[in-house]
Protein backbone atom coordinates (compact mmCIF):
# COMPACT_ATOMS: atom_id res chain seq x y z
CA UNK A 1 0.00 0.00 0.00
CA UNK A 2 1.33 3.25 -1.33
CA UNK A 3 1.86 6.11 1.32
CA UNK A 4 -0.96 8.59 0.78
CA UNK A 5 -3.52 4.84 0.76
CA UNK A 6 -2.03 4.58 4.10
CA UNK A 7 -2.06 8.13 5.63
CA UNK A 8 -6.03 8.22 4.32
CA UNK A 9 -6.62 4.91 5.91
CA UNK A 10 -4.65 6.14 9.62
CA UNK A 11 -6.92 9.33 9.37
CA UNK A 12 -10.35 7.68 8.61
CA UNK A 13 -9.37 4.85 11.29
CA UNK A 14 -8.56 8.20 13.89
CA UNK A 15 -11.89 9.82 12.68
CA UNK A 16 -14.04 7.07 14.08
CA UNK A 17 -11.81 5.97 16.81
CA UNK A 18 -10.09 9.25 18.62
CA UNK A 19 -12.56 10.71 20.42
CA UNK A 20 -13.67 7.29 22.29
CA UNK A 21 -10.23 7.34 22.68
CA UNK A 22 -9.46 10.38 24.27
CA UNK A 23 -12.56 10.34 26.16
CA UNK A 24 -10.97 7.04 27.79
CA UNK A 25 -7.55 8.66 28.50
CA UNK A 26 -9.24 11.75 30.30
CA UNK A 27 -11.34 8.58 32.34
CA UNK A 28 -7.50 6.61 33.09
CA UNK A 29 -6.09 10.42 34.44
CA UNK A 30 -9.23 11.48 36.26
CA UNK A 31 -9.83 7.83 37.81
CA UNK A 32 -6.12 7.77 38.85
CA UNK A 33 -6.20 10.84 40.33
CA UNK A 34 -8.96 10.07 42.74
CA UNK A 35 -7.18 6.89 43.25
CA UNK A 36 -4.15 8.14 44.33
CA UNK A 37 -6.09 11.36 46.23
CA UNK A 38 -8.04 8.95 48.33
CA UNK A 39 -5.50 6.46 49.32
CA UNK A 40 -6.14 3.99 46.92
CA UNK A 41 -9.66 3.18 48.15
CA UNK A 42 -10.93 -0.06 46.37
CA UNK A 43 -14.02 1.64 44.00
CA UNK A 44 -11.21 3.96 42.97
CA UNK A 45 -9.28 1.32 42.46
CA UNK A 46 -12.29 -0.38 40.46
CA UNK A 47 -13.43 2.45 38.86
CA UNK A 48 -9.58 3.16 37.55
CA UNK A 49 -8.67 -0.57 36.20
CA UNK A 50 -12.26 -0.71 34.37
CA UNK A 51 -11.15 2.41 32.36
CA UNK A 52 -7.35 1.42 32.43
CA UNK A 53 -8.35 -2.06 30.61
CA UNK A 54 -10.68 -0.72 28.23
CA UNK A 55 -7.50 2.15 27.09
CA UNK A 56 -5.49 -0.68 26.73
CA UNK A 57 -7.85 -2.80 23.94
CA UNK A 58 -8.06 0.55 22.29
CA UNK A 59 -4.22 0.87 22.38
CA UNK A 60 -4.23 -2.65 20.84
CA UNK A 61 -6.39 -2.34 18.55
CA UNK A 62 -4.96 0.55 17.59
CA UNK A 63 -1.75 -1.19 17.43
CA UNK A 64 -2.94 -4.27 15.05
CA UNK A 65 -4.30 -1.94 13.09
CA UNK A 66 -1.35 0.07 11.60
CA UNK A 67 0.60 -3.35 11.58
CA UNK A 68 -1.97 -4.19 9.13
CA UNK A 69 -1.19 -1.39 6.75
CA UNK A 70 2.43 -2.99 6.49
CA UNK A 71 3.38 -6.77 5.29
CA UNK A 72 6.96 -6.58 6.74
CA UNK A 73 7.42 -8.41 9.49
CA UNK A 74 10.01 -6.32 11.06
CA UNK A 75 8.07 -3.47 10.28
CA UNK A 76 5.06 -5.07 11.78
CA UNK A 77 7.27 -5.72 15.37
CA UNK A 78 8.61 -2.24 15.55
CA UNK A 79 5.00 -0.89 15.54
CA UNK A 80 4.14 -3.37 18.48
CA UNK A 81 7.30 -2.20 20.25
CA UNK A 82 6.31 1.07 19.93
CA UNK A 83 3.01 0.89 21.52
CA UNK A 84 4.72 -1.45 23.89
CA UNK A 85 7.44 1.22 24.43
CA UNK A 86 4.91 4.11 25.47
CA UNK A 87 2.28 2.38 27.56
CA UNK A 88 5.48 1.52 29.48
CA UNK A 89 6.79 4.91 30.07
CA UNK A 90 3.84 5.90 30.84
CA UNK A 91 3.16 3.03 34.25
CA UNK A 92 6.67 4.26 35.48
CA UNK A 93 5.26 7.57 35.16
CA UNK A 94 2.30 6.56 37.20
CA UNK A 95 4.16 4.48 39.34
CA UNK A 96 6.43 7.68 40.19
CA UNK A 97 3.06 9.50 40.97
CA UNK A 98 2.05 6.97 43.58
CA UNK A 99 5.28 7.11 45.22
CA UNK A 100 4.88 10.87 45.38
CA UNK A 101 1.91 10.02 47.39
CA UNK A 102 2.91 7.17 49.62
CA UNK A 103 6.12 8.70 50.88
CA UNK A 104 4.10 12.52 51.30
CA UNK A 105 6.06 14.29 48.45
CA UNK A 106 3.07 15.55 46.62
CA UNK A 107 3.22 19.19 47.32
CA UNK A 108 6.34 18.75 45.70
CA UNK A 109 6.10 20.66 42.52
CA UNK A 110 9.58 20.10 40.99
CA UNK A 111 9.25 16.05 41.80
CA UNK A 112 5.36 16.40 39.86
CA UNK A 113 6.84 18.38 37.11
CA UNK A 114 10.65 16.33 36.75
CA UNK A 115 7.95 12.89 36.48
CA UNK A 116 5.53 14.60 33.90
CA UNK A 117 8.23 15.82 32.02
CA UNK A 118 10.51 12.89 32.26
CA UNK A 119 7.31 10.91 31.01
CA UNK A 120 6.69 13.16 27.90
CA UNK A 121 9.94 13.19 27.00
CA UNK A 122 10.00 9.03 27.18
CA UNK A 123 7.20 8.52 25.41
CA UNK A 124 8.53 10.86 22.20
CA UNK A 125 12.14 9.56 21.92
CA UNK A 126 10.44 6.06 22.06
CA UNK A 127 8.38 7.00 19.26
CA UNK A 128 11.32 8.58 17.52
CA UNK A 129 13.54 5.81 17.96
CA UNK A 130 11.07 3.02 16.43
CA UNK A 131 9.91 5.72 13.83
CA UNK A 132 13.62 5.81 12.55
CA UNK A 133 13.62 2.07 12.66
CA UNK A 134 10.68 1.59 10.52
CA UNK A 135 11.31 4.59 8.08
CA UNK A 136 14.39 2.54 7.39
CA UNK A 137 12.85 -0.92 6.50
CA UNK A 138 9.43 0.57 5.42
CA UNK A 139 9.93 4.18 3.77
CA UNK A 140 6.31 4.02 2.44
CA UNK A 141 5.02 3.88 6.22
CA UNK A 142 3.63 7.20 7.55
CA UNK A 143 5.25 8.71 10.90
CA UNK A 144 3.52 10.87 13.14
CA UNK A 145 4.93 14.49 11.52
CA UNK A 146 3.53 13.01 8.13
CA UNK A 147 0.09 12.87 9.94
CA UNK A 148 -0.21 16.10 11.81
CA UNK A 149 0.75 18.00 8.88
CA UNK A 150 -2.31 16.23 6.52
CA UNK A 151 -5.01 16.00 8.38
CA UNK A 152 -7.66 16.44 6.12
Not at 54 to 81: A, C, G, N
Not at 96 to 122: E, R, Y
Request: net charge positive.
Amino acid sequence: MEKQARMRSIQSYQKRWMPLHVSVVIAVGMSFALLVMNEFQTGYAVVFLAALVMLIYLEWRESRFMQRLTDEPSVQKFIRRTYLGRNAVSLFGAIGFCLLFKNGFQSNLFLWMMIFFGAVAGQAATTLYYERKIRQLDPEHPSRHDLSFTKG
